[in-house]
């Protein structure tokens, strides 16, 4: 990771600061709201014991069925098609069925749906009617019931059979239409408003069902929504307050009031998000709590049903607007008969908590603006001069050990700095001075000491030649004593060799700096080298693998030549007398590789990756009358892959017969002419 990128982490670590004032924004308005739920939440407490104390009409009973407004008169033909917007909040009947009961202000209609796919089939006056697919409908008002058995053999309308005497203000007959499928079957029928019913009874028998009273029917109080009390509530219910009574299962029964608008300010759309997305993030779904539908299935409206006030907050219909809704039972004597639900909107949080959230964040923003600024030209200027330094220690070391480049004029930059950059430079500085002295010494060391040695190599060789040529002269040369001075002509002719192949090896260094290139064809010039090798390999085998087109590379062909010249004289030293020499030639994407793979004994692990340096040999150098080996040969091969831009391997074949040259080239810069 970058100095700049490491820097700018730490600037980053400046937003734990905005994060903490919006922990401490968020929890200020966490209080808020707490604050006015608490409000609210009473406010409802007394509302609902008013409604106790006033005397106002609620249910005394927990269940019941609820009878829905309808604004326009269902037609009565067995068909659920004018009951669609009633559907969602159909009734469970039984195990099978599902009923929907609507009133407007003539008549009271009820619609029952039962699945079943076995059907019994009976009138309802047939002596069987009991035994096959029926309902039981109850009616009750002022304390007293009357029952009815309801089953038809076919679809169409039916007459519904009175079970028990007359009862006054009951009718004695019923009808209803009976329509069914191969899902089941459905009953429809009205009854006028003027009967004034109390109560409602309905029984859902199968036949297929054995052990069961076939004449049982559910009794439930008909509740729905009540003019009388939705007037009572509105005289004690707060202003800008909507207000809800609800049946303990959530049913409508009264209602006033609505969301008012709170005057002042409206927050801007961004602001709403800011709000929503960081601040208030439980607020409930607002479609949830729609003011037209006579059920709400809300867990606060169960909790409170059970006795327990709760209070939540929902996102609200205007913009930037949230609403409390407050929740708590209606009680009389300890018995939970209804749940009233106040909700109020309100924008005070909302703008508060954004204000405070805004100006935390510009203010934080800007001071993290101003410090990743400032950290960033700091690192900015810290990265140049880094920058700097490394490419000035790269530009002052050459592929060949020497030091070019600032070094040269006798100035590394940034060394009068007085920072730690500076202190860097210096000990750069410092140290390429030393680095390069010493390869300055390395380097000319070969040509010294070829110098120095030649005069003391000549005197002892004269005196030896001298003192054998007047032993010879005078007869007084024992036999015992040519053995030793054989020992001293062969040890001065090795001291000769080696100081020659050093100086051999320094006009190597510079013939190969001074090489010019050409546009050569490589096949050729391995083809050329393969057949004057052939007459030096004696009984060795050669063999010569080339491509069929031309190889075409800008090179210096007689450091190539002079190169193989060094491999195969390194591989023909290796290779037994009745072994194999294989000289190959590839193409590479950029350039070319010529290998020449020998049979023999496979390179040491430790040695494979210093062959191609100076001095290094491997070669028995305990052999006396051999010519000595100061390992120059794959040196030279290293220094004219590097001119060409390349590089030269030893690796050990897969198959573990010998070993492989490997002389890499990409070739050498062309010159540009000067205009």
């Not at 805004?358 to 810290?382: D, E, H, K, P, Y």
């Not at 496979?602 to 491997?618: E, I, K, T």
């Amino acid at each position: 990771m970058s100095l700049r990128r490491k820097l700018l982490l730490v600037a980053l670590c400046t937003l734990a600061l905005p994060a903490a004032g919006w922990l401490y924004v968020r929890q200020m308005e966490t209080l808020l709201r707490e604050g006015q739920a608490q409000a609210l939440t009473a406010s409802a407490r007394a509302v609902a014991r008013s409604l106790v104390v006033g005397g106002a009409l609620l249910p005394t009973d927990r269940d019941g069925w609820y009878v829905q407004e309808t604004q326009t008169p269902i037609t009565v033909d067995g068909y659920g098609d004018d009951w669609a917007p009633l559907t969602p909040w159909s009734q469970p009947l039984g195990k099978r069925g599902k009923l929907l009961l609507a009133e407007n202000k003539d008549w009271l209609y009820l619609y029952v749906d039962v699945r079943s796919t076995h059907r019994t089939r009976a009138d309802a006056g047939d002596a069987n009617a009991l035994a096959a697919d029926h309902l039981i409908l109850n009616l009750g008002k002022g304390g007293v019931q009357r029952s009815y058995l309801v089953a038809s053999a076919a679809p169409g309308m039916v007459t519904a059979q009175p079970l028990g005497p007359s009862v006054a203000g009951l009718p004695d007959m019923l009808t209803a239409q009976w329509q069914e499928d191969g899902s089941g079957y459905r009953v429809e029928l009205r009854l006028p408003r003027s009967l004034g019913l109390e109560q409602l009874g309905l029984g859902v028998h199968d036949a297929t069902v054995n052990g069961e009273d076939p004449l049982t029917a559910e009794t439930r109080p008909l509740l729905s929504y009540s003019t009388a009390l939705s007037k009572e509530l509105a005289l004690l219910a707060p202003d800008d307050v909507r207000a809800r009574v609800l049946a303990p299962q959530g049913w409508l029964l009264a209602q006033s009031g609505r969301l008012g608008t709170t005057r002042g300010e409206q927050p801007g759309w961004f602001a709403a998000l800011i709000y929503r997305s960081l601040l208030a993030t439980r607020l409930g779904d607002a479609n949830l709590w729609a003011d037209d539908v006579p059920r709400l299935e809300l867990p606060e409206v169960r909790t409170a049903g059970e006795g327990v006030p709760t209070s939540v907050w929902r996102q609200g219909e205007a913009r930037g607007s949230v609403v409390l809704a407050a929740a708590v039972p209606i009680q009389r004597q300890g018995q939970v008969e209804g749940v009233l639900l106040l909700e109020q909107a309100s924008r005070a949080v909302p703008l508060l908590a954004n204000r405070a959230l805004l100006g935390l964040l510009l203010t934080s923003f800007g001071v993290l603006l101003v410090a990743g600024a400032i950290l960033l030209a700091f690192a900015t200027r810290l990265s140049l001069r880094l920058a700097r330094l490394r490419d000035a220690a790269e530009r002052a070391q050459a592929n060949d050990g020497r030091l070019d480049g600032p070094m040269m004029m006798g100035k590394f930059p940034m060394t009068d700095a007085e920072d730690e950059i500076g202190d860097l430079a210096r000990s750069f500085e410092r140290l390429f001075e030393v680095v390069g002295g010493y390869t300055d010494y390395l380097r000319t060391l070969a040509s010294k000491l070829s110098h120095e040695l030649n005069t003391p190599l000549a005197i002892v060789k004269s005196s030896l030649d001298n003192l054998e040529h007047a032993l010879q002269e005078r007869a007084a040369l024992p036999p015992e004593a040519q053995p030793y001075l054989a020992r001293a002509h062969d040890g001065v002719a090795r001291l000769g060799a080696l100081v020659r192949a050093m100086s051999e090896a320094s006009r190597m260094e510079r013939s190969i700096a001074a090489a010019e290139p050409e546009d050569v064809d490589l096949v050729e010039v391995v083809r050329g080298c393969t057949e004057a090798y052939r007459p030096l390999a004696g009984t060795r085998r050669l063999s010569c693998e080339v491509p069929a087109l031309p190889v075409h590379l800008h090179c210096a062909p007689e450091l190539i030549a002079q190169a193989l010249d060094k491999l195969f004289d390194n591989a023909l030293s290796f290779t037994p007398e009745s072994g194999w020499m294989r000289l190959t030639l590839r193409v590479l994407d950029d350039g070319a590789e010529i290998e020449l793979a020998n049979q023999g004994a496979p390179l040491p692990a430790a040695m494979q990756g210093r062959l191609f340096d100076s001095l290094v040999s491997l070669r028995d150098k305990a052999t006396p009358g051999d010519a000595p080996h100061l390992g120059l040969g794959l040196y030279v091969v290293r220094l004219v892959a590097e001119r060409h831009g390349g590089s030269a391997v030893a690796r050990n074949l897969d198959d573990g017969s010998g070993v492989a040259f490997s002389l890499r080239l990409h070739g050498m810069p062309r010159m540009r002419l000067s205009g």
